[in-house]
């Protein structure tokens, strides 16, 4: 994307309306681009080889017997790079020719460049220990680079898989939209049956619809080859049928205005509440914990979201909040603690809990909020530190335990509604969906009230901010503790589910963590918090709760990593941006077409920055 | 100090009563005396790094003069804070504007009423910009930053005028503008001094400044070495040799 075009090559259509045709000078062009991508796909493909990804992740098949995830971790770098070409070819090459026989040529080329990484790696195995280097790499893997046969199958093999993988993604460029929709589609129905299998298992279950999941599912997991076909079918028959009209209903809604959009909102809103609070009771105990734990963070990644998406600080240390309200709710509610057991309800702790949380919050934040950009960055994360060497240290062990924590929290009591710890994690989730319904509230209110738009204005100039009369180290210090106080609800959750609280359940990872659901979900933007946590917490898992991709726990801060690199270079508005930006940019975009069309008279003598509309 | 027209019986909007202001060691400000009048429109001249911002600063509350006093309306406010300054009528229109980038036209004008709570009060200066200003309606919903740089001066201007202002500080309004804008710019400026409001502004180009302002001082390392009529600091030689570059005509 980088090289430039030479012009003089007679690549690009003339103005003497020269026939679009894949020329040789385009090729010639791109081969270099060709060679480079496959180059980093072949690294990438080592890397992901030697991660020992592919050996772990064989053990959870995605379609019985053809397809498991430890393959499928090896088919995505030659697929994307594929992909990747034949959209390169396409935009740069020239800008109209009809897609073709290149995209394929060249996916396929890429792909087997990309294998070609594998082929070299199976030849290096063969002949080097790289045990002592590299932990982590296992004997397994010459064997599953080489389906069991001997090096040069490897070798050839994936030079072969990688050129046809390659080609399926140069093919896809090639593909109208209704085809490419309809395979796309497919592909994430099998994708999605095989990563939802535990969910759907469990769900069918409840539902005495056991029948159904033995049909689709192998006996050791898995998607049924026949079933991924009938369900592929199924979908891209689907996909065809509705041609689209799913966009279409989304856009509609999307371009909804004022009291209509309203409705709409308030629909989809008592519609996902109400498929919340039906789910769970045909849901066995998986489920119920899985969705807890995506609630928990929800309500994590709301308060981090106020203090970093609204307010624009920083919080690298967000769990010492986390840690209060676990810690205090525990030594508040349990009999075992040890110097003060006072033994409250937990909702009267509750009240305490968020009155000393928001008081750790203000103790923290009033340093803290002194500084700008990096250093407060630094400063955060250092107090996130502190607090849980606080928790871990001899010195305040009478008070808190010190590493052996405090056990035998009684678990949480609301007007009969009792969740013991962990022995109903249905209850739990519906005492953690409450709280995410109370504090997705407060964020959406707060976002529209003064001073939510007060912790913009900071976000964007805390100077001039300030010269509007806004009180910025008031308003940053209540976001601080607004943030502290969101958070101490999922803390004190937390302890009542867990039944324990030990310092090493507050490492400096849940901060980071919570800050990537923020940014993966779209900072700023309430839904997107949600997604990010379902994604994120759901799928892959937490620092220490399992995901529906359990087999990825290992590897979950490499991809957490991957993912966030994409983000940043692919959307970096986040998975789900803030509602009221994309509208405004929708709105932008709309007025700016109108004004191309000349249908806004305009009287540019500023002599701004508009370009001037084309001849 | 500078004396009103109709003698000294008045008192000052805004005055600075020989206001020191340091940043750590740096003496900013040295001994500085300056006294706007209400409706009249005066300007602050003077070069890079003489102490124009920081004179706005200190006007503002956002720095503390170490001795000195600055007077709002014959009260000593060295100790309120910028609300309070604020929510009495001083406002002022940054450098470079410096619009709120990721908001809506519409946030930033909100902002600029920040400290008000006269709902209706608020909506009729709304309309009241949106007259000055028929350009800023049009672009309501779109993102500060996205607009032109006319446009984005309209903006800043309109959300200082939602802060319902007494005495308006503008910080460089020729800065970083295209030169037909800068004109524009002024005549803006004027139009607004013409329905009734008090403004200081602080000025590199110092030609362009006095052909529109009453009276004027020039700040040089921090000190007044200049305070007279704007026809005066015209035809003043130093003024015409360090500023107007026409040291020969």
Avoid at chain 1, 182 to 189: D, E, F, G, I, Y
Wanted: glycine letters at 10%; one cysteine or more; charged letters at 15%.
């Amino acid at each position: 994307m980088t090289a430039t075009l030479p012009p003089e090559t007679g690549a690009v259509g003339g103005p003497d309306g020269m026939p679009l045709a894949p020329s040789r000078p385009v090729l010639a062009q791109d081969w270099r681009r060709l060679v480079r991508m496959g180059a980093v796909g072949a690294v990438a493909q080592i890397f992901i080889a030697l991660s020992n990804m592919p050996v772990r992740l064989d053990e959870r098949v995605v379609v019985k017997p053809v397809l498991s995830l430890g393959y499928l971790t090896l088919l995505i770098v030659p697929f994307a790079a594929g992909y990747r070409v034949g959209h390169q070819i396409k935009r740069e090459g020239m800008p109209q020719y009809a897609a073709g026989a290149h995209e394929v040529a060249g996916g396929a080329a890429c792909g087997a460049l990309v294998g070609g990484g594998l082929s070299l790696l199976a030849v290096l195995l063969a002949n080097f220990d790289l045990r002592e280097p590299l932990v982590n790499w296992s004997p397994m893997l010459a064997e599953l680079l080489a389906f069991g046969n001997a090096t040069w199958f490897a070798v050839v093999i994936w030079l072969l898989i990688g050129a046809a993988i390659g080609a399926v993604g140069g093919i896809l460029r090639t593909l109208g939209p209704r085809t490419s929709r309809a395979v796309v589609t497919m592909a994430l129905a099998v994708a999605g049956a095989a990563v939802l299998e535990p969910l759907v298992v469990d769900l069918a279950e409840g539902m005495r619809l056991e029948a159904l999941t033995d049909r689709l599912y192998a006996r050791r997991g898995g998607v049924n080859w026949t079933s991924a076909l009938g369900l592929a079918a199924a979908s891209g028959v689907l996909a065809v049928l509705a041609r689209g009209r799913v966009r279409q209903a989304r856009d509609h809604i999307a371009s909804l205005e004022g009291a209509r959009r309203n409705r709409a909102n308030l629909g989809l809103i008592l519609l996902t509440g109400a498929a919340l609070i039906i789910l769970p009771l045909f849901a066995g105990k998986l489920t119920n914990e899985l969705l807890a734990n995506v609630g928990l963070f929800v309500l994590l990644a709301l308060g981090l979201n106020v203090v970093v998406g609204l307010a624009g600080i920083l919080d690298l240390g967000y769990v010492a909040f986390f840690a209060v309200g676990s810690y205090s709710a525990a030594v508040l509610t349990a009999a075992t603690s040890p110097r003060i057991n006072p033994e409250m309800p937990w909702l009267v702790a509750l009240i305490v809990v968020v009155i000393i949380t928001g008081l750790v919050g203000l103790f923290i934040g009033a340093p803290v909020i002194r500084m700008r950009g990096d250093y407060l960055a630094i400063v955060t994360l250092g107090f996130g530190e502190i607090i849980r060497l606080i928790f871990l240290s001899d010195w305040l062990s009478g008070w808190f335990g010190g590493s052996q924590g405090i056990t035998k929290i009684p678990g949480a009591g609301i007007f009969g509604l009792t969740s013991v710890a962990g022995t109903d994690p249905r209850r739990v989730f519906y005492l953690v969906l409450a709280f995410c319904a109370i504090a997705i509230y407060v964020s959406w209110r707060l976002e529209r009230s003064r001073l939510g738009r007060a912790w913009m204005a900071v976000r964007e100039d805390e100077t001039v901010a300030e010269a509007m009369g806004i009180n910025t180290v008031n308003v940053k210090l209540l976001a601080f503790v607004v943030g502290a106080i969101l958070g101490s609800f999922s803390g004190a959750i937390f302890s009542a589910k867990v039944g324990s609280v030990f310092p090493n359940s507050f490492l400096i990872l849940v901060s980071i963590v919570i800050l990537v659901v923020v940014i993966f979900g779209g900072m700023g933007s309430i839904v997107g918090v949600i997604a990010g946590s379902a994604v994120l917490i759901g799928v892959l898992g937490g620092p220490k709760q399992p995901g529906l991709l359990a087999e990825f726990s290992e590897f979950k801060l490499l991809i957490y990593g991957a993912l966030l690199i994409w983000m940043m270079l692919a959307r970096p508005e986040g998975l789900i941006p803030s509602v009221r930006r994309s509208r405004e940019l929708h709105q932008e975009e709309m007025a700016q077409d109108a004004w191309l069309r000349g249908q806004v008279e305009d009287d540019d003598s500023d002599g701004g920055t508009h370009a001037a509309p084309a001849t | 100090m500078s004396t009103d027209q109709d003698g000294a019986a008045v008192t000052p909007l805004l005055e600075m009563r020989s206001v020191n202001a340091h940043y750590g060691a740096v003496h900013a400000l040295r001994d500085v005396d300056l006294a706007i009048y209400g409706g009249e429109l005066v300007c602050l001249l003077g070069g890079n790094a003489s102490g124009k911002s920081t004179t706005l600063k200190t006007l503002l509350g956002m720095l503390k003069p170490t001795t000195g006093e600055v007077v709002l309306d014959g009260e000593v406010v060295n100790d309120k804070p910028t609300s309070y300054r604020v929510a009495r009528g001083v406002t002022m229109v940054p450098e470079n504007r410096r619009l709120f980038k990721r908001l809506s036209v519409r946030e930033n004008l909100d902002l600029g009423a920040y400290l008000r709570s006269d709902t209706d009060d608020i909506a009729a200066d709304l309309e009241r910009v949106f007259e000055l200003f028929p350009r800023v309606k049009e672009r309501l919903n779109q993102k500060a930053g996205t607009l032109s740089g006319g446009e984005q001066q309209m903006v800043a201007m309109g959300r200082a005028l939602m802060a319902k202002p007494r005495v308006l500080l503008m910080d460089e309004p020729s800065m970083g503008l295209a030169p037909a804008l800068v004109q524009q710019n002024f005549e803006l400026i004027q139009q607004i001094h013409e329905a009734g409001l008090t403004v200081f502004m602080v000025e590199q180009n110092a030609n362009m400044a006095l052909s529109i302002a009453d009276r004027g001082w020039v700040l040089q390392t921090g000190r007044v070495v200049l305070d007279d009529t704007a026809e005066n600091l015209l035809a003043h030689p130093d003024l015409r040799a360090s500023y107007l570059g026409q040291a020969d005509t």
